[in-house]
């Protein structure tokens, strides 16, 4: 469960090589082929069309869109075809990135006028109507609150304020007696969804809900059916942590993705690298917000039972059917640590885990034995 007003998410650092390059992403070139086949500049333009042109002559071209939204950097690539230049390629990515927007207005509780602003500002006093995929977005959020055993749960708004590691970043950890007394307020449970209505009502006055863990992976999602409804079966979306990746690459090959080092370097330096083919990826991890005080690390991903920074793991990358169900688990592996967390992988179908532990030890679930290659141990530090 992210902290309050948590818009972004650690990236998982995918291997661009893999995506982008029609060969085979193998380990020892992969860092030389990032730097070749980087993604296009931020303006989301590519290369001129005579170029484009003399590159789906030799052979499919990538297109890459790159925006901003949720908080986060959004990436969205496919390639070009006999059947699609890059011209309509963009145009559908674009399309992708559109629908990322649209629902960021439904969802964000940046904006007074949001559907869950609008929730939260009728705590205690009365139900709101929402849309389609906010209530499944809520109703999804209370499924895995009680898989978890609560450890996952959108009624942490209500600490907003207390602790802050977005742009406003403060190393001040909060009293202790306040963080109580707005704990007090977090409890998934007291969330009423009438379904016919479809409404949505928190209990208690004071009460608030935020989408910021889980509402990324339901708008890869949405994007990626955008995608498939335009006739692409090959592509990948991204945004910040949250990765969807379908079909495969032009040649047959698989994807790759790198799975980065929580205390390494920067975000191009992994540990572990897998082959993804119509999975989602969602990592959560304690590195990008975060400060170090007295020697111990403080982030974004509060533990409801305490109200502080949860201490039990490093970084967890979850693969998943979708996107939506890998951003559900990640936060709650994360919280309930390696043993706990692997339990609740297990339990769900179709569904795999990577945990780096507090200690830094590397777990891999059974269902991503031989798909995850460990490449070498993670950096160690605080």
Not at 268 to 291: I, K, N, Q
Request: hydrophobic share 40%.
């Amino acid at each position: 469960m992210h902290g309050p007003r948590c818009p972004s998410r650690p990236l998982l650092c995918f291997c661009l090589a893999a995506l982008l390059a029609p060969a085979a992403c193998d380990v020892p070139g992969c860092a030389r082929a990032r730097e070749e086949s980087a993604p296009a500049a931020s303006t989301g333009t590519s290369a001129p069309a005579a170029i484009a042109g003399a590159a789906a002559q030799a052979g499919p071209a990538r297109v890459v869109v790159e925006a901003r939204a949720m908080g986060t950097s959004l990436v969205v690539a496919a390639y070009t075809s006999e059947a699609m230049d890059e011209a309509a390629i963009r145009g559908r990515l674009d399309k992708a990135i559109a629908e990322i927007r649209r629902l960021e207005g439904l969802m964000t509780t940046w904006r007074p006028e949001s559907e869950l602003s609008r929730v939260n500002a009728a705590a205690g006093r009365s139900a709101v109507e929402v849309s389609p995929e906010s209530l499944e977005v809520i109703e999804k959020s209370l499924w895995i609150g009680e898989r978890s055993g609560g450890v996952f749960d959108i009624t942490f708004e209500a600490m907003h304020g207390l602790w802050k590691f977005d742009e406003d970043i403060d190393d001040n950890v909060p009293p202790r007696d306040d963080v109580e007394r707005a704990r007090g307020l977090i409890d998934y449970r007291q969330i009423a969804i009438d379904r016919a209505r479809r409404t949505v009502m928190l209990a208690r006055p004071g009460m608030r809900m935020s989408l910021g863990g889980i509402a990324k992976g339901y708008a890869v999602d949405a994007a990626a059916r955008v995608l498939r409804g335009e006739g692409l079966g090959s592509f990948f979306v991204q945004a910040g942590g949250d990765l969807y990746i379908a079909g495969k690459k032009p040649d047959g090959s698989r994807w790759r993705a790198g799975i980065r080092d929580p205390r390494g370097k920067d975000a191009s330096d992994y540990f572990a690298m897998v082959e993804v083919e119509d999975h989602a990826f969602s990592t959560a991890g304690d590195y990008e917000r975060s400060f170090i005080k007295e020697g111990r690390r403080y982030h974004h991903i509060i533990d409801p039972r305490t109200g502080f920074p949860a201490s039990e793991s490093r970084s967890v990358t979850v693969w998943a059917r979708d996107a939506l169900t890998a951003d559900a688990v990640d936060d709650a592996v994360f919280i309930l640590g390696a043993e706990k967390g692997l339990e609740l992988i297990e339990s769900i179908e179709d569904c795999g885990a990577v945990i780096v532990d507090r200690n830094n030890k590397v777990w891999v679930s059974k269902r991503l034995e031989g798909k995850v290659e460990v490449l070498r141990q993670p950096t160690d530090g605080v």
